[in-house]
């Protein structure tokens, strides 16, 4: 078989999405709801995941405790809802496998806050609280009220914004995903997941658009990025996106740095980010780059099957041709393909490492398969 047939081609789908990482790994959250020290039965918590939406609830037991286990590992808000009002909220609950530490709450303390602070606004006092008040008292009260309607209403259009953005988004839609997700940013630039989802739309428009066009498009995605990290500067997924971004506007040198760094501070992942970055050098005609990351990827993760595979079909590209038609493989291409079979004999790829090893040493694999021998 000739060198030119069995050159690798990697598909677009080849750079795998962050989100598609899926993981059965969860977590419990647990506390308890109590009034002059004693459990208060069916009040009902309600949990809401912050990094990706997601909404819980469950209510407290005979003793006040509530406990809810199966939840994906991530960040919280959990809060108290009496009359369908939450009274109380701990924010910022990060998850990770096992149970979390008990959240408490403890009615009399709310109570107690809610006439110290005559509402602000923030938890609406009862009525004869309000009736209480001197006229001095009720103005502050009124006006922290205002401001906090207006907040609301804020708060709605950006939800409704922001939806519509990652509604047009899943659809594919990314015009009408850029329009949403540009006016949720400028609603409120505080929000990282806004910025990260408006520079995920505008990396994925660059690739339609040709010259100056697509240059100002990633250099917007890049910013965008930027703008998520300075918020969230412990996200590693973003370092990645914005490695690959810079990379695909020109600026190999910043791209790997960053795809470096999320490997460092997500060693989980870290073969993932690697591989990311092979392909789009793969894709970008650079095969010395990608041979180098897809290594890096197995270094990072040993039994990646799918890096061993494209670090085989990128290094065929480096293969050398003898006078009379015979192939030298560089080293460790055989190795390669010969390691993916070991990881996965009947993977997708399998059919296609067997005829490169076959293709590139005559010899036929013959020990990774996985099946029982038949007895004679």
């Known amino acids: 078989m000739k060198l030119n047939q069995i050159r690798y081609a990697i598909l677009p789908a080849l750079l795998l999405s962050l989100g598609a990482v899926a993981t059965a790994q969860t977590g419990s959250i647990q506390g308890v709801v109590t009034e002059n020290g004693v459990g208060v039965k069916d009040m009902l918590?309600?949990?809401?995941?912050?990094?990706v939406?997601?909404?819980?609830?469950?209510?407290?037991?005979?003793?006040?405790?509530?406990f809810h286990a199966g939840l994906p590992l991530g960040t919280y808000n959990v809060g108290l809802e009496i009359d369908g009002q939450i009274v109380d909220r701990v924010n910022g609950v990060k998850l990770g496998m096992g149970t979390s530490d008990p959240?408490?709450?403890d009615l009399t303390e709310i109570k107690n806050r809610q006439q110290a602070a005559q509402s602000g606004g923030a938890v609406e006092p009862p009525k004869e609280v309000i009736a209480s008040m001197s006229p001095e008292e009720k103005k502050k009260y009124e006006e922290a009220l205002k401001k906090r309607q207006e907040q609301l209403s804020k708060n709605k259009e950006l939800n409704d914004t922001f939806n519509l953005g990652m509604m047009a988004k899943k659809e594919g839609n990314l015009d009408v995903a850029l329009e949403n997700l540009k006016k949720a940013s400028?609603?409120?630039g505080n929000q990282d997941v806004i910025f990260a989802n408006l520079a995920d739309v505008q990396s994925a428009l660059a690739e339609k658009k040709t010259g100056d066009e697509r240059k100002q498009m990633l250099t917007e995605a890049v910013a965008?990025?930027?703008?998520?990290?300075?918020?969230?500067?412990?996200?590693?997924?973003?370092?990645?996106?914005?490695?690959?971004?810079?990379?695909?506007?020109?600026?190999?040198?910043?791209?790997?740095?960053?795809?470096?760094?999320a490997a460092q501070m997500d060693p989980a992942n870290g073969g993932r980010y690697y591989f990311n970055l092979g392909a789009v050098m793969v894709n970008s005609g650079n095969t010395d780059g990608a041979v180098d990351a897809f290594k890096k990827a197995t270094e990072v993760d040993p039994n990646y099957a799918e890096a061993y595979y494209q670090l085989g079909t990128a290094m065929v590209g480096k293969a050398e041709t003898k006078e009379d038609g015979s192939i030298i493989p560089a080293p460790g291409t055989v190795e390669a393909f010969q390691k993916y079979l070991e990881l996965k004999p009947e993977g997708a790829n399998a059919p296609s490492a067997q005829m490169m090893i076959t293709s590139l040493t005559g010899a036929v694999e013959t020990e990774f398969s996985n099946k029982p021998k038949k007895k004679k």
Do not use: C, H, M, W
Not at 45 to 51: A, C, F, G, L, V
Not at 53 to 66: I, L
Not at 238 to 254: F, H, P, T, V
């Open 186 to 188: 400028e609603i409120d």
């Open 224 to 261: 965008s990025y930027q703008k998520a990290i300075e918020l969230k500067p412990d996200a590693a997924a973003y370092y990645n996106n914005l490695g690959l971004a810079q990379i695909k506007s020109g600026d190999a040198e910043g791209g790997q740095a960053n795809l470096a760094k």
């Open 103 to 105: 959240i408490k709450f």
């Open 53 to 66: 939406k997601g909404n819980y609830q469950v209510k407290t037991k005979k003793k006040g405790d509530f």
């Open 45 to 51: 918590i309600k949990i809401e995941r912050t990094d």
